[in-house]
């Protein structure tokens, strides 16, 4: 299948809402941009060091590196790290080469030296494939005085000051700093160093612009002036939305096309902002996740690699990480030590990124990385046939809703002023629903909202649409065909109950799946209750538990029929004083259903009217794990493809390559998973016990262990394939060799 997308990731898209990257940044750090070909690239032929290229450094560099770096150390690094890409600071804010334009300001130490075209030349010897970045996001005092009216400016009209540069002034997305300059620079760099494709770093403007360029062109693209206020469903912000991705699609285009101008198989690829799956086609997407802060479970790397895949289906993606401490304080100049490093890193090329390491800085006073990154390219590159995946197995998938994040937030509006923390409800459902298939060990893919056609989705037994809120008449069409062709679906909360463009309807669109209808949403619900009902599949394991918590948004519902539901509501009783904690007497077992599970056509569908995935994401509770999971594998009502029994908490992926299956578990067994800052590797003892479905008619010849290099314990009966893997370091990858 080739790919056609280049989707902005959920934050992104909120950050188009809320106009400010920053802010959305600051969520969890986390970006996608994509190394775009251009709509008229639709294959790799004409790119095929792209897809080659398994192995990626980026170094950044600063103004005082061109005087005290050593290049040779780096060209050591590529080649002891088999490296086959390099991503290199070139020019924009600041440029790194003798460039001829007056007002690119050459970085303060470079002198007459050509430190971007010394690092090209050395890595071109090394057979590498070559990657300009450019960063437009500020100016020059210099350029300022020349052109004034390439300044962003705030609400009232002021040129921006960059925040943190007090000599640099912020550039307009909209105006001539992009539309004028850039496509210079753009086009001297590839005359002169002929580079594979570029990288623009913060290349879609820092948030709002109120100047008279944006003003004047929004004017006549709406006839409106630009919006105040951050809600989506004001008429402003709503047309800001749509002109903005229209305004990013035409810089995206001219960059490109500038680019392509000078070298035809060259290309530009933004950071972000690019928002349309069905119109993009991209050889290759990174993914950049510089930092963590506050709860940021360990498994974070592997979910952007599911998000970025789910549109770029078989093409390569690559996981950027940091080699420095970031959150929202951006320490830039510091390094996280090896465990942190080798985690993050495990997490995601167990989830299909390629590693694609940055530098910030090249010369590098802080060496504790070298060795944990080498360490890992190395076992990269000597088991690069393993890695090179074909197809992933999951037969689950997780709807990921880029419109659910613009236009609502899980229902709720996001509203000027505090966006952020109500977006935030869209996450959570997913990271609830997420974190219980990931305990659960359920393999499972993540599905791109935008692409719900049966080509993409057909694959897949199970959908979870977690808190899915937004989705149009055509949408559910799409879903609703799925089900009725044997397709199951498992929902939450508010799903479906909102449009495209986060308009309410009367309605769930998918009511009849759910065999309910709406009536209302009661939120900040407390202390109230759920009655497991037995015996049913959902509730297995709950048959001790008379009553378990329930989830704190709660939709009122009118069921279609008289089924009697495997889950009921306590309604909420006092919490305070401790003396009146108990239920009214004819409410401590009620039947208002809590649960659906629905057979529809050939398929199934499980509903739960409450956000108890958002809930789960907050408080955890292993009862919710429970329901979570039984409705995943009721839904399913097959043997999942990969399982695991043992001990631990192990994060699953399942693969197959031209000539082999690769099925990695990694093992996310420590205190420190919910927040990232891994302090040591801490071994699984098993044994795990993993049962693999293997695709009919091949014949499994080899099972080695990729983390150990041993032979394990396997047998074969029929179909099915057992490999028992003693332990767990970090990362262990059971490869089975085809014949
Ligand atoms: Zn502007």
Redesign the pocket.
């Known amino acids: 299948m080739s790919g056609d997308g280049n989707g902005a990731s959920r934050r992104e898209a909120v950050a188009l809402g809320a106009g400010s990257l920053m802010a959305a940044m600051m969520l969890d750090s986390t970006r996608a941009f994509a190394l775009t070909a251009g709509n008229d690239a639709g294959n790799l032929e004409g790119l095929p060091w792209a897809n080659k290229a398994m192995r990626w450094i980026q170094v950044a560099f600063v103004e005082d590196d061109p005087p005290s770096y050593d290049p040779q150390f780096w060209f050591d690094f590529f080649k002891k790290t088999h490296a086959d890409a390099v991503c290199l600071s070139a020019g924009g804010c600041i440029c790194f080469y003798p460039s001829k334009l007056p007002l690119q300001k050459r970085a303060k130490y470079l002198g007459d030296r050509d430190m971007f075209g010394e690092m090209v030349k050395g890595a071109r010897e090394l057979g590498m494939s070559i990657v300009a970045r450019v960063d437009p996001h500020a100016m020059s005092e210099e350029a300022f005085a020349a052109h004034p009216e390439w300044a962003?400016?705030t609400i009232d009209g002021k040129p921006r000051r960059h925040w943190a540069a007090k000599d640099m002034w912020v550039t307009?997305?909209?105006?001539g700093f992009m539309f004028d300059f850039m496509p210079q620079v753009l086009k001297e760099i590839t005359q002169t160093y002929q580079p594979e494709g570029f990288f623009g770093n913060r290349w879609a403007g820092s948030g709002m612009?109120?100047?008279k360029?944006?003003r004047m062109l929004f004017r006549m693209a709406t006839g409106m002036e630009l919006p105040t206020s951050d809600d989506p469903q004001d008429p402003q912000r709503h047309a800001y939305i749509a002109w903005n991705a229209e305004m990013r699609w035409r810089q995206f285009k001219l960059w490109d096309d500038t680019v392509k101008a000078v070298k035809s198989d060259c290309f530009f690829s933004p950071n972000g902002g690019m928002n349309d799956p069905n119109k993009v086609t991209i050889p290759i997407v990174g993914v950049d996740r510089q930092g963590r802060s506050g709860p940021t479970p360990l498994w974070m790397m592997g979910k952007y690699a599911k998000i970025t895949r789910a549109y770029m289906h078989n093409l390569p993606v690559a996981g950027i990480f940091n080699v420095g401490v970031e959150d929202h304080n951006r320490w830039k100049d510091s390094v996280q030590r090896g465990p942190e490093l080798q985690a993050w890193m495990r997490g995601g090329i167990a989830q299909g990124f390629r590693p694609w390491m940055c530098k910030f800085k090249a010369k590098p006073f802080d060496t504790r990385w070298v060795e944990p990154v080498t360490e890992i390219y190395q076992w990269h590159f000597a088991n690069d046939r393993y890695m090179r995946n074909t197809a992933n197995l999951a037969r689950v998938a997780m709807v990921n809703s880029t419109q659910t994040g613009v236009y609502t937030a899980g229902g709720a509006p996001l509203t000027a002023g505090d966006n952020i923390p109500v977006a935030q409800r869209v996450t959570d459902s997913q990271n609830g629903y997420y974190q219980a298939l990931v305990e659960s060990r359920i393999p499972f893919e993540m599905a791109d909202d935008r692409q719900l056609d049966a080509k993409y989705i057909d694959r897949y037994r199970v959908l979870v649409l977690p808190d899915i809120a937004a989705l149009s008449d055509a949408q559910c069409r799409q879903i609703r065909d799925y089900v009725t062709k044997g397709g199951r679906i498992v929902a939450t909360g508010e799903t479906s109950l909102y449009d495209e463009a986060g308009r309410k309807r009367d309605n769930f669109g998918l009511a009849d799946l759910f065999g309910c209808d709406y009536v209302k949403t009661g939120s900040g619900v407390q202390n109230s209750y759920l009655t497991p009902r037995h015996p049913h599949d959902l509730t297995k394991g709950l048959e001790d538990a008379p009553r378990i918590i329930a989830a704190t948004q709660q939709i009122t519902v009118k069921p279609h029929g008289d089924a009697k539901p495997p889950l009921t509501l306590v309604p909420s009783y006092p919490d305070l004083p401790m003396e009146r904690v108990y239920p009214a007497p004819d409410e401590a077992e009620t039947d208002i259903p809590m649960a659906f599970c629905n057979t529809v056509g050939k398929g199934r569908v499980v509903y739960f009217p409450m956000d108890i995935d958002r809930t789960f994401w907050e408080v955890l509770a292993e009862d919710h794990l429970v329901l979570l999971k039984n409705a995943v594998l009721w839904a399913a009502q097959e043997t999942q493809p990969m399982t695991v029994t043992g001990p631990g908490l192990v994060d699953i992926a399942y693969w197959r390559q031209e000539k082999s299956l690769a099925a990695h578990l990694v093992n996310m067994t420590n205190p420190m998973m919910m927040k990232g800052p891994y302090r040591t590797i801490m071994p699984l003892d098993g044994p795990l016990t993993v049962t693999l479905v293997v695709p009919r008619g091949v014949d499994t010849k080899k099972v080695t262990l990729l983390e150990s290099g041993k032979t394990p314990r396997w047998s074969r009966n029929g179909h099915l394939l057992t490999v028992e893997v003693p332990s767990v370091r970090l990362h262990e990858v059971i490869a089975v060799d085809l014949s």
């Open positions: 962003a400016c307009c997305q909209n105006a612009c109120y100047c360029t944006c």
